[in-house]
């Protein structure tokens, strides 16, 4: 049919080549920093739910543990209780990241169910 059709080039081929290998230069540092957002805002989202797990259990005996390491899927989450007052203030870091934070303040109570 196309008797005169020799093939690519070499300059066709290398320009080819050349976009390809650009794209990928460009979108794998986007996707390894997406996949590392992703980790962290999984393990804060964890972070929180055990928190508020710890936080119930209190409401409802009136006792807790005033350091505590929580270790689920490989992270260890470690929360602290503080007490200022009629108040505690109630913290929970991931391991790997200690200057960050997540902390709520709640009031004293001995429970609603005290035993």
Known sequence: MFKKNSGFTTI??????????????LFVPMFHQFTLKEEMTRKEVEAYRIL????????????????????????????????EGDHYNVCVSIEDRKNQQHCFTILRTKGLYPS
């Open 52 to 83: 508020d797990e710890k936080l119930n259990r209190y409401l409802i005996t009136g006792r807790y543990q005033p350091a505590e390491t929580v270790f689920y899927q490989g992270t260890a989450y470690l929360i602290d209780w503080e007490g």
């Open 12 to 25: 066709e081929t290398v320009s080819a080549f050349s976009i390809w290998l650009m794209i990928t230069i």
